[in-house]
């Protein structure tokens, strides 16, 4: 069946306007122009669409079947032109970013109100997983990039390094360690500790490095979240190890913030170990303009933190 978008667009011209002249004005078409498309929309198909008097033009059950359908399709296709055009100029687009998930609380929300502000016909669809999915979404192309922490086993990605944070000590307020300004890692031997489990890219570094400064406790609680590590500490089950990332700001400073029981405060651990924060994406395979144009926004949004 041959059938050209010409065609479908002048059935379409002629279904609204219901007049074969007013069509030919909307398509800059003559009006004999419009019918020979219509006429042949008709015999490719095998069906009358319009029912043609000296007064007006109805449309048939099949006409109104065809407009329907058309109308949706060749919207869709109108979309998807707009959207492969925007590729080559940057401007339009969706892209898709897949983020762990303390990354996708503290460092995503940012990216995404400013590309909104800066590119509002760039649509920044984030996906919240825990490292290893992010990892395999990266690889299988289920998403343009990912936000990850420094990963291991990376030879098929390239990574991009755009922030290093620290980890440091929360605790409740009234913990004697809440007392201090700075907090070395060996005065965490004997703690029970509330930690990132090891679907985060954060937990292998934290274990390395209590183990290098012989700082041996007990790991009482093990899970994904910060914000479930921060109410667990409220609720007085340990201390814990988180980055700097996670932590709001109130809580750093010795004296300030709450005084309630379940109020947490903040320090910093030394000597200081870090966490590089990576967007990673296919080594053999380059990122569209306007996914890159994305990858800059977030470099940059990282960089002012």
């Given at each position: 069946m041959n059938?050209?978008?010409?065609?479908?667009?002048?059935?379409?011209?002629?279904?609204?306007?219901?007049?074969?002249?007013?069509?030919?004005e909307l398509m800059a078409l003559t009006q004999p122009a419009v019918s020979r498309n219509v006429t042949e929309l008709e015999q490719a198909l095998g069906v009358q669409l319009l029912h043609r008097t000296t007064r007006e033009v109805e449309l048939t059950?099949?006409?109104?079947l065809l407009q329907g359908h058309a109308t949706r399709v060749l919207d869709a296709l109108d979309e998807c032109l707009l959207?492969?055009?925007?590729?080559?100029?940057?401007?339009?687009g969706k892209v898709r970013v897949a983020s762990s998930p303390t990354l996708s609380a503290h460092l995503m929300p940012r990216c995404i109100a400013r590309c909104r502000e800066q590119a509002p016909g760039i649509e920044?669809?984030?996906?919240?997983?825990?490292?290893?999915?992010?990892?395999?979404s990266v690889r299988s192309g289920e998403v343009d990039f990912g936000v990850v922490i420094d990963p291991q086993g990376r030879d098929d990605l390239h990574c991009e390094t755009i922030l290093s944070e620290p980890f440091c000590l929360v605790c409740p307020a009234t913990h004697r360690l809440a007392r201090k300004r700075q907090v070395a890692w060996s005065d965490l031997a004997g703690q029970p500790l509330v930690l990132l489990d090891h679907a985060s890219g954060s937990r292998r570094?934290?274990?390395?490095?209590?183990?290098?400064?012989?700082?041996?406790?007990?790991?009482?609680?093990?899970?994904?979240?910060?914000t479930t590590i921060f109410c667990m500490l409220q609720a007085g089950l340990g201390l814990s190890v988180v980055p700097e990332l996670a932590v709001p700001q109130a809580w750093r400073t010795p004296g300030s913030g709450a005084t309630t029981p379940d109020a947490l405060a903040s320090r910093p651990l030394l000597p200081r170990v870090q966490r590089d924060i990576m967007l990673v994406r296919r080594r053999q395979r380059e990122l569209s303009p306007v996914a890159q144009s994305v990858w800059d926004l977030i470099r940059g949004e990282a960089g002012q933190l």
């Open positions: 059938i050209s978008l010409r065609q479908l667009r002048a059935f379409l011209a002629v279904a609204e306007s219901r007049n074969f002249s007013r069509a030919g059950d099949a006409g109104r959207e492969v055009s925007g590729l080559a100029t940057q401007r339009l920044l669809l984030l996906l919240d997983r825990i490292q290893s999915d992010v990892l395999q570094l934290i274990d390395a490095a209590l183990q290098a400064h012989d700082a041996e406790a007990a790991v009482v609680q093990e899970v994904g979240h910060t």
